[in-house]
């Protein structure tokens, strides 16, 4: 079938990132003719960067103008509709499916919850005034909604270390030996100097992978150095595409990661790690981690679930960083039983289940 995206790039990577992800599973996976308009195609190229020409190929990235625009052909008619996270179709691109033969089905793909009352409104209809057929689509890890979108999943052990992205080859020698990995991907309202500063004086050698941006945050370029004991290295990394990014998930002891979709991946590379998630100004984003959280230490002794609660609310890692390799037995069971969950194939098998 062929699918038309709509992605609205609110702030971030996310948006684009999630979009991607999915278009890539819907055309190499399951074979679908996909386009993905965009309101700022170079946030999107750049996420689609890295990948297999084979597979960017199959997919038309355009901008977001290009769906109404009458220059080219009438824009051919799509079987699905999606309006990521909620965003508005173009008008004069709704006006254009008014005039279809075949009407499409619209598809407003939520962002991912674990709260419990997404259920109720999982694939409920949502009337329209023009009469098109509209669906809420919910992702979740609970059995009756949306599920995870999971392409590609990297498969335990595949992600060798002997496979360093070539781009990482050069901060990878930098590495020192046997010392803890960690990455950091969250957003500049943690308190990250004082968390480093803190790992820093329990006086293992860690080395801390800043990902694309952060170095910035921590003024690493600037006079106000942080003054950090030898023992603990600061590496910063280049943006580098989404596969290689969960390499690095997979190859680290340790990660923060944040938002929605490298929240995912991190529980896919089945190590422990920190969610900094998108703060919203109610305070809803607390609510929602603390539904992920149930979910998550449903199974963990209390030890467990106290030093995992402390690290998602940022509490310093002398606190909870003795917990450590009880955490990694956890990621790994969890990850085991997220696949389990999700074997008929995650968010993308789900949506063309839905709308065949
Ligand atoms: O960038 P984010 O903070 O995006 C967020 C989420 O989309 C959230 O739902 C939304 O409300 C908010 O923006 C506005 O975090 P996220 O979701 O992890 O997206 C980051 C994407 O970038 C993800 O696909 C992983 C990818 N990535 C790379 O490809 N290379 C990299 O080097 C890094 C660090 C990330």
Redesign the pocket.
Known sequence: MRWDIFCQI?????????C??LARSLSSLHGQEVRIFCDDLATLN??AS?VDESIKQKIDLLPWEESFSNARHPVKTPDVVIEA?GCELPERYLAGLFIAPVKPIIINLE??SAEPWITEFHAKASPQSHGISKYFFFPGFQPEVGGLLLDPIPLEGTLTAQQIPPDLQELWSMLQPGAKRMSI?C?PGAPLRKWLEDLAALGEDIDVLL??GHAELLNLYSEKQIALPKNLQLLS??????D??DW?LSQCDFNI???????V?AQLAGKPFIWHI?PQADRAHEVKLAAFLDLYLEEATQDLRLATIAAMTWAMPSEWLKSLDSWTTHSKAWRGQLLEKQRDGGLAARLLRFVG
């Open positions: 609110v702030d971030n990577y996310g948006d684009a990132g999630v991607w992800r750049l996420l890295g996270f962002y991912l991907f957003y990902t694309h990394m280049p943006f580098v595409s989404q290689e990014y690095v990661v944040r938002g929605e979709d490298s929240f991946r998108y």
